[in-house]
């Protein structure tokens, strides 16, 4: 099977060929090709010109494209070029044309780095900036030296590492997807927990993360309290995987700073946290009146902040006028729709928001999509699955003491609702 | 580049002391300025200036004529400048090679550097250097490199001997590199091990004989033990080439997968689609009442759904993926119909994909939410989305029968929407409903003539008048419905026309007394006022029919239709478990075969899946090429049409096939449409006249389904074998050809006489063919089909008889045969079934052809590799023959076997007997081994073929007896 057989990146400015089959020029299609096809309404990340395929993402507005002449791991590829994007905007803080440009020195040395004839090579930001610097001037070549953790088995924290006080920051962070139909019934539901780690930890220290994960409790047949079922895990380069198959033990050795340890995905079927039931009513050529009414379906002592109903409204509607219960509702008319926002939401409260629009006597002959109303929420200090870290071992040669902080919030994900207008 | 000029020179930059400044455009004499500040004494400068050289370079200004001033500054000690330097030399290196060689000795000398960031920066810059001088200087720091003692130098020259082999393949084998590298397999940093398997997997694909990755168990449990430690692409790398392994046996197969299914867990999603794909080639070898491949099964489905929640780029190869997947182990995701669902706010691409898999999903459990969605999905505005919406509710109709009713009524009300392309479409798909349903649904047809005048697609028109025609007693005014469309008879399209002819000719067979004006109407606009030889023809038929016989002619186009099958869009079953091998690629996005849009990939192994032990056939060749050695795995559904279906192919000689040839398989509608028309018409009619052979409806409903797979991608060698018939000119003559026989006697076909036989010439197939008229009238309009063949045989033009043949008359036709056609094995393994049209009827005959055509001109193997693919077919395989009689001794008969394409490759003597080994290669990358006993005096030879796709030998053999008898 082919790895990357030919890779060509270019950020509007930027090439590296890195092998020498595929014609820098065949670049000079792609610009049309996407055209064409944007024109057709059917873009597609792969497409192709005589026998070079281009796989493209789109970043702010820069393209980043691979092209290949064989039989490439296309997942591969993509996975590569989100991961460019990540090292450039750790580096540069924003992608854009003119951080390219302004640093296209850097970014050549990082292109270098990153792959080679086609291989991903070394893509931490971390490591690579041990090495690659934005202050390329002031290195002599006699100070500049391979980090071992380059090619290291560990090949995400440098060894070294001092803090006066050792400490892990365990963010756990729920986000809930959830699809509803214009009847009211629940299509889809899931929660993507993620748990994100700020390691401020000396040396090498070896973690152990402990999660009333209902596996691990059936493995040990210790069944203490409330478990969680995780229908899959994913985690990070750090997490030893074949140990976690073996006994559900999640074991590592930290990246230093921020890093996201794992992710899960939850099936079990939840109460909508935040219900909405809306009645919109188009009276053509004239007004369009919207009902919403929302329901906390939390637990009282819970709140919900920064919460966002978004409803969305015809293209040509004008005059609004709003009524509600509580919070705040404004229209926004480039993106058609009307926001209601509500600081802060107790737990089993219900509340009303009211709109109107007035419809112009001409109307628009063009078809309008039926999009659904999203709703963007975050209650802190709560799990909606109810995962909890129940340890986080620390053990480092030195033996020092550290502290496991963890703070728990949930919020919205995909979270829509369609509505039947 | 033109673009990023453009955008570079429209900028205005601010005065940042930023790289940005480097961009600006300068006058004219730049290179001038260039040129003084590059010699300048200033370091300082001098960098500024190389800075500014590849700031230009980079947008696409020519400054090759700096050459020599650039390399000059390479000698530093500052590491960006020489960074620098060496991305120039890169670009340009290529266009000024002479010059390029003044930079040889800084390379070698920075390849010894004691900072290992410098040794590895040259080796990396000089094997990206493509000219051949430069390489030749590359191999000793190369060697020193591969042994460095820091791995990131080791890495990187790892890197560089893939590099270097895609410039020079020779030198590399000649150096010992490749040794080199097969050692740092075993490499102490994962790293270096995944490097290492990443540049030998590369060059192994070019070189696909050489048994290069050797992976044997050993080797295995390195590359096992390196997938705990390396990063994320390692990872890939190595699940990428543990893919290309074999176990042999399912205790093996399972502890890989044991030991690989950790990686699910990964969060990169590319090293989790690369694990599936090591998975589900290896789950093919456990036997299934086994509990760990239960096990294994369950465990598939968490990662794949978690993958739809990747980016959307990750998302769609993950869905193309997943559509295979469903195809191969349907169980796997049957209980995950809900994450297909569409989100309003995902891309098109996505969008597409997922309807295309819940409907594979479809079943009695889950129909109701899956209409109800769909429904929902029809109301949408994307117009591509919509249509498919509509087409998927009729493909749930047909798929889950206790739905239809259901769906028939969705698409009613959908109907009622009177949104054009939206009620266009909904007829499409109720006319598919009305063939899989006959005499159910008619009570909607009130309803689908309101919409008549609103259908401007000719799809949608043919479907309408299909139903107009099919249900023509019931509809009070069918006639002055199917008069509405005469009136512009002649702008209509082709697929319109014949379709309407059809219509108007069932009409008056059901309703004569009225409609006899309309019958000779159309029959005299399609047969005197067209162009179109297609409806001339069908014209003619139904015309003499109608006068001759109109009784038969009612049992022939009003004859009972077969009804179609329920799944019309399958991958073939071979492709698909290519394509399983496949999984994470392009070919899997594409649903192509890697042969099919890779340049060069001839000879490039099909991959297969391992079958389960015990199985016997074909346990260990993952090589051979997909015809004779593809037996269809149990699970598959069975689609392959029975060699009975002779008719369902010959459909094509008629409409010109559907031309898609995107990455998306054309949905059913297209393919079904074409279908019915002659299944209405033409091919009812040609079953009266053959005397109704019983199998010969029987493929209307099997033919479409294999088609969008055999059409968007040639089964066999695809472009391969295009080569091949290139490749042989200048060969030597004398291949055997068999004597004419006659296959298709007069008396069968009124008066047609074909005899003829087969040739291989200048690496072409040739079908001699003798036409003879013993009839009294003149024959025109000849054409040919082939039904499907083990081989992909197809004409590879169209049947040159320009002329009309008179009574009495002999003409002698050549037809080049191409092996790029559908596939399907035959019994015998060389049978061909052809069927030839002229202006009075269609005649179909089979026969056989000698495989001695199919042996290509460059079937002769490497000695080495003759013997190791000689010891690695398994003896089961192995088949020993007699020929008897032959008078030839063993180099007169090693020269005439030669003329047939198969190869002595060496000769050995013992005691007076003479063996000769053989290759031969098939023109679908198949190769047979032989060994050739003669002993001087016997009459009688031995001889015993070895082929990982051992139906073939017999046919093999019988080619040795005609070629040396002959």
């Avoid at chain 2, 097969?182 to 290492?196: H, R």
């Avoid at chain 2, 990747?310 to 993950?318: G, K, N, R, S, T």
Wanted: with cysteine; glycine share 6%.
């Amino acid at each position: 099977n082919s790895i990357l057989a030919e890779f060509l990146l270019i950020l509007v400015l930027i090439c590296r060929n890195y092998k020498g089959d595929v014609d820098m020029a065949e670049i000079d299609h792609f610009l049309p090709l996407l055209m064409t096809q944007e024109e057709e309404g059917l873009t597609c990340p792969i497409m192709s010109h005589g026998n070079v395929h281009f796989l493209w993402i789109k970043h702010t507005n820069l393209y980043l494209v691979a092209t290949t002449n064989k039989n490439s791991n296309a997942s591969l590829v993509y996975a590569f070029l989100y991961k460019v994007v990540e090292v450039f905007t750790e580096y540069f803080t924003e992608l854009e044309e003119e951080s390219i440009q302004d640093n296209f020195v850097v970014v050549y040395e990082l292109l270098d780095e990153l792959m080679d004839f086609g291989f991903p090579q070394t893509t931490d930001s971390k490591i690579l900036q041990e090495y690659i610097t934005q202050e390329g001037t002031k290195l002599e070549v006699a100070k500049t030296k391979v980090p071992t953790t380059v090619t290291n088995a560990v090949s995400w924290r440098s060894e070294g590492i001092k803090y006066k006080k050792n400490e892990v920051f365990i963010d756990v962070i729920e986000s809930i997807n959830l699809l509803v139909n214009a009847n009211g019934s629940v299509m889809s539901s899931d929660i993507v927990g993620t748990v994100k780690l700020k390691t401020m930890l000396s040396g090498m220290p070896e973690l152990r993360l402990g999660l009333n994960d209902r596996a691990l409790f059936a493995l040990t047949g210790r069944d203490k309290g409330k478990t969680v079922t995780m229908e899959d895990v994913k985690f990070h380069q750090c997490v030893r995987l074949s140990r976690f198959e073996s006994d559900r033990t999640i074991s590592f050795i930290p990246p230093d700073g921020e890093s996201e340890l794992m992710s899960y995905r939850i099936n079990t079927h939840v109460k909508p946290l935040i219900w909405i039931e809306s009645v919109i009513e188009k009276f053509s050529h004239s007004r369009v009146e919207i009902m919403v009414k929302a329901k906390g379906q939390f637990k009282k002592q819970s709140v919900a902040n920064n919460v966002e109903v978004r409803v969305p409204v015809p293209s040509d509607a004008d005059s609004p006028k709003f009524k509600t219960s509580t919070g705040h509702a404004k229209y926004v008319p480039e993106k058609n729709l009307a926001v209601w926002t509500i600081k802060s939401f107790p737990g089993g409260k219900e509340f009303l928001m009211r709109a109107s629009f007035g419809l112009p006597s001409v109307e628009n002959d063009e078809m309008e999509g039926k999009p659904p109303i999203t709703v963007n929420f975050e209650i802190p200090y709560f799990t909606v699955s109810g995962i909890q870290v129940r340890y986080m071992k620390i053990i480092e040669k030195s033996g020092y003491q550290a502290l496991p902080w963890v703070r728990y919030i949930t919020q919205s994900g995909d979270y829509q609702l369609r509505s039947n207008f | 580049m033109e673009w990023a000029n453009q955008l570079c020179e429209n900028r205005q930059f601010g005065s940042k002391m930023t790289d940005s400044k480097y961009f600006t455009t300068t006058k004219k004499g730049e290179i001038f300025e260039l040129k003084a500040e590059l010699n300048s004494d200033k370091k300082e400068k001098k960098k500024e200036a190389v800075k500014k050289v590849i700031a230009s370079m980079t947008v696409g200004k020519d400054v090759s004529a700096l050459f020599p001033d650039v390399v000059n500054c390479m000698q530093t000690d500052n590491l960006e400048l020489k960074k620098l330097v060496y991305l120039y030399l890169m670009n340009y290196a290529k266009s000024q090679p002479d010059m390029a060689i003044m930079a040889v000795n800084t390379f070698v000398k920075d390849c010894e550097d004691p900072n290992p960031l410098i040794r590895a920066l040259a080796v990396r810059t000089m094997g990206c250097i493509r000219v051949d001088k430069i390489t030749e200087y590359l191999c000793e720091p190369l060697r020193k490199c591969l042994k460095d003692e820091d791995p990131y130098v080791r890495k990187t020259a790892a890197v560089c001997v893939a590099k270097l082999h895609d410039i020079n393949a020779q030198l590399v084998e000649d150096q010992g590199f490749l040794d080199t590298l097969k050692d740092l397999i075993s490499d102490s940093n994962p790293m270096v091990v995944a490097n290492a398997v990443a540049a030998l997997s590369e060059i192994a694909e070019s070189h696909p004989n050489s048994n290069l990755l050797d992976l044997n168990p050993q080797s295995i449990n390195k590359l096992l033990t390196a997938l705990n430690e390396c990063t994320e692409w390692g990872q890939i790398f190595i699940l990428d080439c543990l893919a290309n392994y074999t176990p042999r046996d399912d205790r093996e197969s399972q502890s890989i997968c044991e030991r690989v299914t950790p990686r699910l867990s990964h969060a990169n999603s590319a090293v989790v689609l690369s694990a599936v794909k090591v998975l589900m080639k290896f789950m093919e070898m456990l036997p299934k009442d086994l509990d760990y491949y239960g096990t294994l099964l369950k465990k598939l489905a968490p990662p794949l759904v978690t993958l739809l929640s990747a980016e959307p780029e990750l998302q769609y190869v993950a869905l193309r993926n997943i559509n295979l997947i469903v195809q191969k182990r349907p169980e796997i995701l049957k209980h995950e119909m809900k994450v297909f669902f569409v989100k309003y706010n995902d891309p098109i691409y996505v969008k597409l994909e997922k309807l295309d898999i819940m409907i594979r999903l479809a079943s009695q459990a889950n129909i109701a939410q899956v209409l109800a969605e769909l429904k929902e999905y029809a109301t949408e505005v994307d117009v591509d989305f919509v249509r498919k919406a509509v087409r998927a509710i009729g493909r749930c109709a047909i798929k889950v029968e206790q739905s239809a009713e259901r769906c028939v009524s969705t698409l009613l009300d959908l109907i009622q929407t009177k949104v054009n392309y939206v009620v266009q479409e909904a007829i499409v798909v109720i006319k598919d409903i009305f063939r899989k349903y006959p005499n159910k649904y008619e009570s909607v047809i009130a309803t689908l003539c309101e919409n008549l005048d609103s259908l401007d697609e000719p799809e949608a028109r043919a479907a309408m008048i299909w139903i107009v025609g099919e249900y023509a007693e019931r509809i009070d005014n069918a006639d002055e419905l199917l008069e509405s469309f005469l009136e512009g008879f002649h702008d209509e399209s082709t697929q319109v026309q014949l379709q309407l002819l059809t219509a108007i000719v069932k009409l008056f067979l059901k309703k004569p007394t009225e409609t006899q004006e309309l019958v000779q109407q159309v029959l005299s606009l399609a047969t005197q006022d067209s162009d179109n030889p297609d409806l001339r023809d069908r014209g003619y038929i139904y015309w003499r029919l109608l006068s001759t016989d109109p009784v038969a002619a009612k049992e022939v186009v009003l004859a009972e239709k077969p009804l179609i099958s329920e799944e019309t869009d399958l991958i073939e079953p071979t492709l698909l478990e290519e394509l399983i091998c496949h999984i994470g690629t392009l070919a899997s996005v594409y649903h192509k075969p890697p042969s099919a849009f890779v340049e060069g990939s001839r000879g490039v192994m099909h991959k297969r899946l391992p079958a389960r032990t015990g199985s016997g056939e074909g346990t260990e060749c993952p090589d051979v090429g997909n015809a004779a050695g593809g037996s269809a795995p149990e699970a598959a559904p069975s689609i392959i049409p029975s060699q009975g279906d002779l008719l369902g192919d010959l459909l094509n000689l008629d409409l010109a096939p559907p031309t898609t040839t995107g990455p998306t398989p054309s949905t059913s509608g297209m393919q079904m449409g074409g279908m019915d028309l002659l299944g209405g018409g033409l091919e009812s009619l040609l079953g009266g006249d053959i005397g109704g052979s019983p199998a010969m409806g029987a493929g209307f409903g099997a033919a479409p389904a294999v088609m969008p797979a055999s059409l968007n991608a040639p089964v066999g060698g695809g472009l391969g074998d295009l080569f091949d018939l290139g490749g042989g000119v200048g060969m030597p003559m004398g291949a055997y050809i068999p004597p004419k026989t006659v296959w298709l006697p007069a008396m069968k076909a009124k008066g047609l006489e074909i005899s003829g036989t087969f040739a291989r010439r200048a690496g072409v197939i040739q079908m001699e063919l003798v036409l003879t008229n013993k009839a009294m009238s003149v024959m025109t309009d000849f054409a040919i089909q082939f039904n499907r063949n083990s081989f992909g045989l197809a004409p590879a033009g169209p049947l040159q008889v320009l002329t009309p043949l008179g009574p009495n008359q002999t003409i002698e036709v050549s037809l080049p045969l191409s092996t790029v056609g559908p596939v399907m094995k035959m019994d015998p393994l060389n049978n061909l079934q052809v069927a030839v049209k002229n202006n009075i009827d269609v005649f179909y005959f089979s026969c056989q052809y000698p495989i001695s055509m199919l042996f290509v001109e460059d079937g002769k193997m490497e000695r080495q590799v003759f013997l190791a693919t000689w010891k690695d077919i398994p003896n089961d395989n192995e088949s020993q023959f007699q020929i008897q009689d032959c008078h030839l001794n063993s180099e007169a008969a090693s020269n005439k076997l030669q003329g047939s394409n198969i190869f002595t490759i060496a000769k050995r003597t013992v005691e007076g007997q003479d063996m000769l080994y053989m290759s031969i290669k098939l023109s679908n990358g198949i190769w047979v081994l032989a060994e050739l006993k003669v002993q001087a005096g016997n009459p009688n030879y031995t001889i015993s073929l070895k082929c990982r796709a051992p139906e073939v030998s017999q046919c093999v053999f019988q080619c040795y007896e005609a070629v040396l008898k002959n």
